[in-house]
Every structure is written in structure tokens, then in C-alpha cells.
């Protein structure tokens, strides 16, 4: 390349960087959503387009070149795996937990609730077994027990209510007798 090529490829990326920068890192901000990351695009966009001057490539239109080399950068940052950093999330509020009892507690809760169900009455116990520990359909259910599958349903609403009733009524009991204790 000679040094008056070279001049002029300048003078061309001058302009065009003079001329369509504002645009470019507006456009890099609005779909990245990050000033930094949106200016480093816009960076990288002209050191490619000058990469591609230097080794001899031909741009016809300047700003639509730019533009095309920026959507495409943007997509390859959108496709990288984002990692965060554990200072980074500290930083944020993220405190890492070993902590099981939640899930252990909603154990407990939905053994409960399986063993109330033989607390129900015969019509509510039958349906809810069928649907909750057995893991039946509505419509597989209707079929077994020979009703439609709106009455079904309606059973099986009727005895969740009376599930959540025993559930909260034996819940307080416990709470009263460890208070108790």
C-alpha cells in the first residue's frame, strides 16, 4: 500500500468516524443496554472496517458497511456466555446458600398434605388421590369414576378446599402445641 493510499484511507475513516460515531454508539447503547459495552462496538467496528481497508477491500457505501459490521458485533455479544463474577453478584446482593431447610420444610408440608387426604370425605378422598398421588387426567378421571369432567372438577375444587381447611387447622395446632411446650 503506498503512503498516498494510505493518506487517503485516513482521511475516509476520518470522516466516516466524524460522521457516524454519535449514531453507532446510540444504536450499540440501545441494544446492549450498556454505555462501555456499546463504545467498545463501536471501536471495534472501525478498527475492522480500517483492517479491511488496509488489506485492500472496497467499501461502496461507508455508513451502510459500518452499521452492518456493528449488527453483527452486537449479535456475536448477545451469543457470548455471559458469566458474572462472585464479586459481582456480592456486589449486587447475592449471598450464596447451602441452606436446605426450605426445601426440606416443603417436604414435610406435602407430606402432610398427601396424609390429610385420608382425612376427607369418601367422594373428595377418591378424586383427590386419583389426582394428586396417582397423577391422573381430569379427563382420565371423569372416565373412571364415570362423571363428566365439569363435575369433576368440581370435586376435585371442593376437596382442595377442604384439603386447605384440615391443612390449616392441624398447621395451627402444631404452632399452638410448640408454643405450648
Known sequence: MTPEETKKQKGVMTVAHHDYEKGMNSRAFF?????ETGEDLVQDTFMKTWKYLVKGGKIDVMKAFLYHILNNLIVDEYRKNKTSSLDTLLEKGFE???DKSD?????????????????LPEKY???MHMKYIQMLSIEEISVLIMQSK?????????GLEKLKLLYNHTHNQIVVFVFNF
Not at 441494544?31 to 454505555?35: D, E, G, R, T
Not at 426445601?103 to 382425612?119: Q, S, T
Not at 365439569?150 to 371442593?158: D, I, P
Request: glycine share 2%; no cysteine; net charge positive.
Open 31 to 35: 441494544k446492549v443496554h450498556n454505555h
Open 125 to 127: 378422598r377418591k378424586i
Open 96 to 98: 450464596p446458600s447451602d
Open 103 to 119: 426445601k426440606f420444610l416443603n417436604f414435610l408440608d406435602g407430606k402432610k398434605a398427601v396424609l390429610l387426604i385420608k382425612e
Open 150 to 158: 365439569n363435575a369433576t372438577t368440581v370435586q376435585l375444587h371442593r
